[in-house]
């Protein structure tokens, strides 16, 4: 079994930061691509920012400039750094994670997910 906890959502106001933060745990052999994912009352689930093992990095284009994606594989976490935030970022983040763990068995893992609301 793998995990991924989510922390670090909250309410702001327009123009502020919060950072994100999810840790993976269980009998973890390696993990791949780690990314973020939204969805806002009425709309798509879409991904916001994605990071391979390597450190590249892709990002929405509503994200471009203003959010960072990160992490330590060290700690099997990945952060996400949201800077200048609008109120059109409001939405419940998830973190996922595509895990191998130590039979491997393959997961493509998800997070809880946590509340992020923009006031303007």
């Known amino acids: 079994q793998v995990q991924l906890v989510e922390s670090g959502g909250g309410l702001v106001q327009a123009g502020g930061s919060l950072r994100l933060s999810c840790a993976a745990s269980?009998?973890?052999?390696?993990?791949?691509?780690m990314g973020w994912y939204r969805q806002a009352p009425g709309k798509q689930h879409e991904l916001v920012a994605a990071i391979t093992s390597g450190g590249s990095t892709n990002y929405a284009d509503s994200v471009k400039g203003r959010f960072t994606i990160s992490r330590d594989n060290a700690k099997n976490t990945v952060y996400l750094q949201m800077n200048r935030l609008k109120p059109q970022d409001t939405a419940v983040y998830y973190c996922?994670?595509?895990?191998?763990?130590?039979?491997?068995?393959?997961?493509?893992?998800w997070g809880q997910g946590t509340q992020v609301t923009v006031s303007s």
């Open positions: 269980g009998s973890i052999a390696s993990i791949d691509a």
């Open positions: 996922n994670a595509e895990v191998l763990d130590s039979g491997s068995r393959y997961y493509d893992s």
